[in-house]
């Protein structure tokens, strides 16, 4: 691999459900990982509605999830993974949730946060609009100034300034991330997630398919697409 991805250390990726940062950002999480670079993760909700079976309840399922979660960053390297177990499907961008997210920019102190786009046009699921305007709301301006939220000043979390955002499933992608010698490792965190995949070989196909149309579109063999946003420092 050429050149590092990014000069920046410390990556957190906030997401909503169990498998949204292998699906949209797998390839590259490794990659940074290989780089040297530390990457953690918020997991939103532990996806306890994931399901089309009667048989299993939502603890159950959340729990066989975050299991699931937990072996995937194994397999990507991801050095820690925070559960905030809120109800799957029913996010909302307020600001308690914002607290919630503000509250880990400022413990872990990331240069780059990766999270969903939120601004693409007909994207259909909830959590994944309330994570990513939550997020982007949190980076800027509420983690970075003091007076948001000052009881985290009395328990020692000072405020942060995150250098840049990466959105996956974006409309308007302008980083794309050669993932051609992640890919594999990419495809093996999916498969931990043993409780969503009825056919993993048609879901590494999938993958591998949808890797290759975003390459194409930026000139790779295998890519993941970002739209990123620069936050002066
Ligand atoms: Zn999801």
Redesign the pocket.
């Known amino acids: 691999m050429a050149r590092a991805l990014t000069p920046y250390q410390r990556v957190m990726v906030v ?3 169990p ?2 940062m292998e ?1 949209g950002a797998g390839g590259t999480v490794a990659r940074l990982v290989r780089e040297g670079k530390e990457v953690v993760l918020v997991q939103c909700t532990s ?1 306890d509605k ?1 399901t089309n079976r009667r048989d299993v309840s939502p603890e159950e399922l959340a729990r066989q999830r975050e299991e699931e979660e937990r072996e995937a960053c194994r397999v990507l390297g991801v050095r820690e993974v925070v559960f905030l177990r809120l109800p799957d499907g029913e996010l909302e961008p307020n600001l308690a949730f914002r607290e919630r997210i503000v509250r880990q920019i400022r413990f872990f102190r990331p240069d780059i946060v990766i999270t ?1 786009d939120p601004f693409r046009p007909y994207a259909l ?1 909830p ?2 609009r309330a994570v990513g305007i939550t997020t982007i709301d949190a980076v800027y301006p509420t983690a970075r100034d003091p007076l948001y939220f000052p009881h985290h000043l009395a328990e020692g979390l000072e405020p942060h300034k995150v250098a840049e955002l990466w959105l996956f499933g974006a409309q308007y992608p302008d980083l794309y991330v050669d993932i051609s010698e992640t890919l594999d490792v990419k495809v093996a965190a999916l498969a931990a997630h043993r409780s969503q995949i009825s056919d993993p070989t048609e879901l590494a196909e999938r993958v591998r398919q949808r890797a290759a149309e975003l390459g194409s579109d930026g000139g790779l063999d295998f890519a993941e697409a970002f739209k990123v946003i620069s936050l002066r420092r």
């Open positions: 997401v909503a459900h498998d949204d699906f996806g994931g969903h699921h959590d994944h």
